[in-house]
């Protein structure tokens, strides 16, 4: 898994830049109504409609954002999309197209970016979306890859981060920390496999992690389930940056404070088990560890009947006045204050 070994390797010079994004694009073939011109023009053409259009950008850089030493360069192509998408989910909306710019070094054969494509197809296929457009240019050394997501939604329906009220419920979707603690293994495994080249990692315990963190999937099911279920949030955030974080985004913006029960906090079992073996405290992974890709939001208390028992949704919290702060309540019933990125936010133990 560490080997990025290619069968036949072609040199970037041979297709030259046109021929590559050809190459790369040749499998691309709009689906969506609202795309009227894809790729091949000057500039794509959407008809959005009376829609409401949401637009979210992200780079990402080589041995910053990703390691190509345990991320294959189909997952990389697919994790890119999921990145974005997930941001056009957070605002309530439906993703529907994307562009895709990458700069690349000729230390790349044609044969890794097919591979990262693929990933690309895959996700577009996978989360309906066309791919419109992008740029392609050379850098001096590492690959660059970033992607922007289209999407739309009912001017009604758009939720911001802004919105939360006093007293509503903090619900997030599916369970946190296991990206986070699949990438440990990860960096675990590379050090390994730096010392001895012939070893045979043992991953199988550690698929369900290793999957969230190589190929997180964007919570497309929940705008449509909210909307099936009649509740609108009343703010929404994506989790990239680790619960705290996003906590904190969400009362900022809606001027609040904010009551975090860690016992609710929801964690897959692999999470749990794995944090003791590496000796971490599951709660701080699932606060400042990120990349789940999960939605995190606010509701009525009045809507809590209508999600009581999902199994997407856990409430995991309230919202309070902002001058009561933004804390933690530990299983042992004590008040911590709730930090972004903080590892030592649980030894924190003023207030
Ligand atoms: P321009 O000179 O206008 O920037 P390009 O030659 O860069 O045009 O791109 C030609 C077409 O291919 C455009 O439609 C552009 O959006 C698309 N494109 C370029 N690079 C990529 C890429 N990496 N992925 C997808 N589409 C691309
Ligand atoms: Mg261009």
New binding site residues.
Partial sequence: MFENSQESRTNLSELG??G???H??KN?SPKLESTVK???????VLNLKNKQTLVSTDLLVEGVHFDLAYMPLKHLGYKAVMVNLSDIYAMNGTATQI????AVSNRFPVEALEEL?AG?QLAAKMYNVD???????SSTSGLLISVTAIGVAEKDEVVYRDGAKANDLLVVTGDLGAAYMGLQVLEREKEVFKANPNSQPDLDQYTYLIERQLKPEARKDIPPLLKDLEVRPTSMIDISDGLSSEIIHLCKNSKLGANLFEEKIPLDPAVISVCEEFEIDSTMIALSGGEDYELLFTISQDDYDKIKGNPHLTVIGHMTEENEGMHLITRANQKLPLIARGWNSMENKED
């Fill in positions: 830049e046109f590559l994004i050809d790369l694009t691309f894809a790729i091949g023009d000057d500039a794509a562009t895709v710019s990458i494509y690309i791919v419109i457009g992008g740029d392609t240019t």
